[in-house]
Protein backbone atom coordinates (compact mmCIF):
# COMPACT_ATOMS: atom_id res chain seq x y z
CA UNK A 1 0.00 0.00 0.00
CA UNK A 2 2.50 2.69 0.91
CA UNK A 3 5.06 1.29 -1.56
CA UNK A 4 8.31 1.02 0.46
CA UNK A 5 11.50 0.87 -0.24
CA UNK A 6 13.67 0.76 2.59
CA UNK A 7 12.99 -1.41 5.31
CA UNK A 8 15.30 -0.98 8.66
CA UNK A 9 14.70 -3.91 10.99
CA UNK A 10 15.82 -2.71 14.54
CA UNK A 11 12.67 -4.39 16.14
CA UNK A 12 13.71 -7.07 18.66
CA UNK A 13 13.43 -8.05 22.96
CA UNK A 14 17.28 -7.14 23.64
CA UNK A 15 17.29 -6.91 27.61
CA UNK A 16 19.67 -10.14 28.00
CA UNK A 17 18.67 -11.04 31.75
CA UNK A 18 14.69 -10.82 30.74
CA UNK A 19 15.56 -12.71 27.62
CA UNK A 20 17.34 -15.37 29.68
CA UNK A 21 14.40 -15.84 31.59
CA UNK A 22 11.45 -16.09 29.15
CA UNK A 23 13.62 -17.64 25.78
CA UNK A 24 11.03 -19.43 24.61
CA UNK A 25 9.17 -16.04 23.53
CA UNK A 26 12.20 -14.41 22.89
CA UNK A 27 13.84 -16.46 20.36
CA UNK A 28 9.68 -16.37 18.40
CA UNK A 29 9.81 -12.49 18.75
CA UNK A 30 13.46 -12.15 17.38
CA UNK A 31 13.97 -14.34 14.73
CA UNK A 32 10.43 -15.13 13.37
CA UNK A 33 10.09 -11.36 13.23
CA UNK A 34 12.75 -10.96 11.05
CA UNK A 35 11.43 -14.00 9.03
CA UNK A 36 7.99 -12.54 8.43
CA UNK A 37 9.52 -9.44 7.59
CA UNK A 38 11.96 -10.96 4.58
CA UNK A 39 9.16 -12.81 3.11
CA UNK A 40 7.04 -9.41 3.41
CA UNK A 41 10.22 -7.78 1.50
CA UNK A 42 10.37 -10.51 -1.15
CA UNK A 43 6.54 -10.77 -1.81
CA UNK A 44 6.67 -7.04 -2.16
CA UNK A 45 9.79 -6.24 -3.89
CA UNK A 46 11.22 -3.90 -1.70
CA UNK A 47 14.06 -2.76 -2.66
CA UNK A 48 16.60 -3.13 0.40
CA UNK A 49 16.12 -4.85 3.89
CA UNK A 50 18.68 -3.37 6.66
CA UNK A 51 18.68 -5.08 9.84
CA UNK A 52 20.05 -3.93 12.88
CA UNK A 53 22.29 -6.64 14.60
CA UNK A 54 24.64 -6.71 17.82
CA UNK A 55 28.02 -7.34 19.03
CA UNK A 56 26.13 -9.67 21.25
CA UNK A 57 25.66 -12.29 17.55
CA UNK A 58 28.86 -12.81 17.55
CA UNK A 59 30.28 -15.77 19.23
CA UNK A 60 27.03 -15.25 21.76
CA UNK A 61 26.98 -16.61 25.34
CA UNK A 62 23.48 -15.27 25.53
CA UNK A 63 19.86 -16.46 23.95
CA UNK A 64 19.71 -12.35 22.99
CA UNK A 65 22.97 -12.59 20.83
CA UNK A 66 22.12 -16.26 19.41
CA UNK A 67 18.58 -14.83 18.26
CA UNK A 68 20.28 -12.08 16.48
CA UNK A 69 22.78 -14.71 14.72
CA UNK A 70 20.08 -16.74 13.45
CA UNK A 71 18.64 -13.56 12.42
CA UNK A 72 21.59 -12.85 10.34
CA UNK A 73 21.77 -15.83 9.25
CA UNK A 74 17.83 -15.49 8.08
CA UNK A 75 18.88 -12.47 6.20
CA UNK A 76 21.80 -13.68 4.44
CA UNK A 77 19.81 -16.73 3.23
CA UNK A 78 17.19 -14.39 1.69
CA UNK A 79 20.14 -12.61 0.03
CA UNK A 80 21.68 -15.74 -1.74
CA UNK A 81 18.05 -16.26 -3.18
CA UNK A 82 17.79 -12.96 -4.33
CA UNK A 83 21.09 -13.00 -5.90
CA UNK A 84 20.39 -16.45 -7.46
CA UNK A 85 16.77 -15.12 -8.72
CA UNK A 86 17.88 -12.27 -10.22
CA UNK A 87 20.87 -13.84 -11.69
CA UNK A 88 18.78 -16.87 -13.46
CA UNK A 89 15.30 -15.73 -13.70
CA UNK A 90 16.19 -12.13 -14.74
CA UNK A 91 13.92 -10.69 -11.82
CA UNK A 92 14.92 -7.64 -10.00
CA UNK A 93 17.52 -8.03 -6.96
CA UNK A 94 16.24 -7.27 -3.77
CA UNK A 95 19.07 -6.17 -0.94
CA UNK A 96 19.64 -7.43 2.46
CA UNK A 97 21.95 -6.49 4.68
CA UNK A 98 23.01 -6.04 8.21
CA UNK A 99 24.78 -3.61 10.53
CA UNK A 100 26.11 -4.22 14.08
CA UNK A 101 27.43 -2.39 16.54
CA UNK A 102 27.51 -2.63 20.63
CA UNK A 103 25.46 -0.10 23.12
CA UNK A 104 23.51 3.13 22.59
CA UNK A 105 23.56 5.35 25.09
CA UNK A 106 20.48 6.47 26.54
CA UNK A 107 18.46 3.36 24.09
CA UNK A 108 15.57 1.59 26.32
CA UNK A 109 17.47 -0.16 28.89
CA UNK A 110 20.93 1.30 28.35
CA UNK A 111 23.00 1.18 32.16
CA UNK A 112 24.07 4.99 32.26
CA UNK A 113 20.99 6.46 33.08
CA UNK A 114 20.52 3.55 35.62
CA UNK A 115 23.90 4.64 36.74
CA UNK A 116 23.19 8.13 37.26
CA UNK A 117 19.80 7.44 39.07
CA UNK A 118 21.67 5.43 41.41
CA UNK A 119 24.03 7.87 41.66
CA UNK A 120 21.56 10.72 42.39
CA UNK A 121 19.71 8.57 45.27
CA UNK A 122 22.97 8.32 47.26
CA UNK A 123 24.26 4.68 46.07
CA UNK A 124 25.27 2.37 45.81
CA UNK A 125 26.20 1.75 41.98
CA UNK A 126 25.79 -1.50 41.04
CA UNK A 127 27.80 -3.06 38.62
CA UNK A 128 28.62 -6.71 37.48
CA UNK A 129 32.36 -7.03 37.47
CA UNK A 130 34.99 -5.08 37.54
CA UNK A 131 36.83 -5.57 34.58
CA UNK A 132 33.77 -5.45 32.50
CA UNK A 133 33.89 -3.26 29.12
CA UNK A 134 31.44 -1.85 26.74
CA UNK A 135 31.81 -0.34 23.41
CA UNK A 136 29.04 2.46 23.33
CA UNK A 137 27.52 5.46 20.53
CA UNK A 138 25.01 7.89 20.59
CA UNK A 139 21.47 7.33 19.48
CA UNK A 140 22.01 10.13 16.57
CA UNK A 141 25.64 8.68 15.54
CA UNK A 142 24.07 4.96 15.64
CA UNK A 143 21.30 6.45 13.35
CA UNK A 144 23.52 8.12 10.90
CA UNK A 145 25.61 4.97 10.66
CA UNK A 146 22.72 3.02 10.05
CA UNK A 147 21.40 4.97 7.57
CA UNK A 148 24.72 5.55 5.47
CA UNK A 149 25.28 1.85 5.42
CA UNK A 150 22.07 1.63 3.55
CA UNK A 151 23.16 3.73 1.26
CA UNK A 152 26.61 1.42 0.30
CA UNK A 153 24.96 -1.90 0.70
CA UNK A 154 25.00 -4.17 -1.94
CA UNK A 155 23.36 -7.27 0.09
CA UNK A 156 24.74 -9.90 2.24
CA UNK A 157 27.28 -7.70 4.38
CA UNK A 158 27.56 -7.51 7.49
CA UNK A 159 28.30 -3.57 8.62
CA UNK A 160 30.70 -2.84 11.28
CA UNK A 161 30.46 0.18 12.45
CA UNK A 162 33.54 2.19 14.41
CA UNK A 163 32.75 2.27 17.52
CA UNK A 164 36.70 3.66 19.34
CA UNK A 165 37.69 1.91 22.42
CA UNK A 166 35.89 -0.21 24.50
CA UNK A 167 35.25 1.14 27.92
CA UNK A 168 36.07 0.17 31.28
CA UNK A 169 32.70 0.53 33.09
CA UNK A 170 34.21 1.01 36.56
CA UNK A 171 35.77 3.47 35.20
CA UNK A 172 33.02 5.08 33.53
CA UNK A 173 31.14 4.92 37.00
CA UNK A 174 34.16 6.52 38.77
CA UNK A 175 33.87 9.64 36.01
CA UNK A 176 29.87 10.10 36.45
CA UNK A 177 30.24 10.30 40.61
CA UNK A 178 32.97 12.95 40.09
CA UNK A 179 31.08 14.45 37.32
CA UNK A 180 28.03 14.56 40.15
CA UNK A 181 30.75 16.57 42.50
CA UNK A 182 30.87 13.35 44.59
CA UNK A 183 33.37 11.13 45.65
CA UNK A 184 34.19 7.62 45.28
CA UNK A 185 33.95 5.72 48.56
CA UNK A 186 36.16 2.07 48.77
CA UNK A 187 38.73 1.12 50.94
CA UNK A 188 40.84 3.76 50.15
CA UNK A 189 38.41 6.53 50.58
CA UNK A 190 36.02 5.42 53.63
CA UNK A 191 34.61 8.73 53.84
CA UNK A 192 33.95 9.19 50.10
CA UNK A 193 29.97 9.61 49.04
CA UNK A 194 29.29 6.62 46.68
CA UNK A 195 29.81 3.02 46.66
CA UNK A 196 30.02 0.70 43.90
CA UNK A 197 28.58 -2.73 44.29
CA UNK A 198 29.93 -5.50 42.55
CA UNK A 199 26.89 -8.06 41.77
CA UNK A 200 28.70 -10.60 39.44
CA UNK A 201 28.31 -11.45 35.97
CA UNK A 202 24.45 -12.18 34.99
CA UNK A 203 23.62 -15.04 33.27
CA UNK A 204 24.85 -14.88 29.55
CA UNK A 205 26.66 -11.99 30.26
CA UNK A 206 31.01 -11.52 28.84
CA UNK A 207 33.09 -9.16 30.21
CA UNK A 208 34.06 -7.54 26.88
CA UNK A 209 31.84 -7.63 23.45
CA UNK A 210 33.45 -8.36 19.55
CA UNK A 211 32.27 -7.04 16.22
CA UNK A 212 33.33 -9.85 13.77
CA UNK A 213 33.02 -13.71 14.35
CA UNK A 214 35.74 -14.95 11.53
CA UNK A 215 35.94 -12.68 8.86
CA UNK A 216 38.44 -9.91 7.80
CA UNK A 217 36.58 -6.25 8.00
CA UNK A 218 36.95 -4.10 4.84
CA UNK A 219 37.16 -0.25 4.34
CA UNK A 220 34.28 1.48 2.88
CA UNK A 221 33.96 4.68 1.83
CA UNK A 222 33.00 6.20 5.05
CA UNK A 223 36.18 6.52 7.74
CA UNK A 224 33.85 4.78 10.60
CA UNK A 225 31.82 2.15 7.95
CA UNK A 226 33.93 -1.62 7.46
CA UNK A 227 32.28 -4.22 5.45
CA UNK A 228 32.33 -7.86 6.22
CA UNK A 229 31.26 -11.52 5.25
CA UNK A 230 30.25 -14.36 7.69
CA UNK A 231 29.43 -17.52 6.64
CA UNK A 232 25.87 -18.28 6.47
CA UNK A 233 23.16 -21.23 6.10
CA UNK A 234 21.33 -21.57 2.34
CA UNK A 235 17.71 -21.56 2.19
CA UNK A 236 16.79 -24.94 1.72
CA UNK A 237 19.10 -26.08 4.86
CA UNK A 238 17.74 -23.41 6.62
CA UNK A 239 13.71 -23.73 6.51
CA UNK A 240 13.30 -27.23 7.74
CA UNK A 241 15.65 -26.16 11.07
CA UNK A 242 13.18 -22.56 10.92
CA UNK A 243 10.16 -24.80 11.04
CA UNK A 244 11.28 -27.29 13.43
CA UNK A 245 11.98 -24.43 15.74
CA UNK A 246 8.84 -22.81 15.35
CA UNK A 247 7.47 -25.90 16.18
CA UNK A 248 8.98 -26.73 19.38
CA UNK A 249 8.13 -23.10 20.56
CA UNK A 250 4.52 -23.87 19.80
CA UNK A 251 4.91 -27.19 21.98
CA UNK A 252 6.85 -25.12 24.48
CA UNK A 253 9.55 -27.35 24.53
CA UNK A 254 12.45 -25.24 25.46
CA UNK A 255 15.33 -28.63 25.32
CA UNK A 256 14.57 -29.13 21.26
CA UNK A 257 14.41 -25.22 20.89
CA UNK A 258 17.37 -24.82 22.23
CA UNK A 259 18.73 -27.69 20.46
CA UNK A 260 18.09 -26.35 17.18
CA UNK A 261 18.87 -23.10 17.81
CA UNK A 262 22.74 -24.12 18.61
CA UNK A 263 22.49 -26.52 15.50
CA UNK A 264 21.55 -23.12 13.11
CA UNK A 265 24.07 -20.81 15.91
CA UNK A 266 26.85 -23.45 16.08
CA UNK A 267 29.07 -20.66 17.92
CA UNK A 268 26.29 -20.09 20.61
CA UNK A 269 28.12 -21.05 24.10
CA UNK A 270 24.42 -22.38 25.68
CA UNK A 271 25.67 -24.12 28.54
CA UNK A 272 25.00 -21.03 30.87
CA UNK A 273 21.43 -21.15 29.32
CA UNK A 274 20.18 -24.56 30.08
Known sequence: KEKVDIIFHAAAYKHVPLVE????????NNVFSTLEICKAAKNNNVKKVIMVSSDKAVRPTNIMGATKRLSEIIVQAF???SNKKSTFENKSKICFSMVRFGNVLS????A????IKQISSGGPVTLTHEKIRRYFMT???????????ASMAKGGEVFLLDMGKAVNIK?????LINLSGLKLKDKENPDGD???KITGLRPGEKLYEELLINA????TDHPLIYRANENFVEMQDLLPKLKELRNSIKDRDKKNSFKVLSELVNEWGQSSSI
Not at 21 to 28: F, G, Y
Not at 107 to 110: D, E, Q, R
Not at 171 to 175: E, F, P, T
Open 21 to 28: INPLNSIE
Open 171 to 175: DLVIK
Open 216 to 219: KAQK
Open 139 to 149: IKEAAQLVIQS
Open 79 to 81: ESE
Open 194 to 196: IEI
Open 112 to 115: VPLF
Open 107 to 110: SSGS
